[in-house]
C-alpha cells in the first residue's frame, strides 16, 4: 500500500512538471543540451522573439528534433531576450 502511494505521489510530480500553463508555450533552447523553458504566449508577437522563430524555422523547418519548438542560441542569448521581454 505504501509503494503504490510513493508511485502515485512520483507520478503525478512527473505530471506537473511537463505541464504547460494555460496562456504559455515549452520551447527548448541550447547549443548542445537543449533547456526547456515555458514562456508566456505574448512574446510571440514581439520582434525579437519572432527573429528567434525565423532562426528556427531556418535551422529545423517543421522537424524539431527535441518535438516541441527548439530555439537555435544560447541559453544566455535566450535569457537576455526574454528577459528585456518580461520588462516591456
Excluded at 505530471?15 to 548542445?32: D, F, M
Excluded at 523553458?37 to 520582434?47: E, M, Q
Amino acid at each position: 500500500m505504501a509503494i503504490h502511494n510513493i508511485l502515485r505521489r512520483s507520478l503525478s510530480a512527473e505530471k506537473r512538471s511537463t505541464e504547460v500553463p494555460k496562456g504559455h508555450l515549452a520551447v527548448y533552447v541550447g547549443e548542445n543540451n537543449k533547456k526547456r523553458f515555458v514562456i508566456p504566449l505574448s512574446y510571440l508577437n514581439h520582434p525579437s522573439f519572432q527573429e528567434l522563430l525565423c532562426q528556427a524555422e531556418q535551422e529545423f523547418g517543421f522537424h524539431h528534433p527535441m518535438g516541441g519548438l527548439t530555439i537555435p542560441c544560447s541559453e544566455e542569448s535566450f535569457i537576455d531576450i526574454t528577459s528585456r521581454l518580461s520588462r516591456a
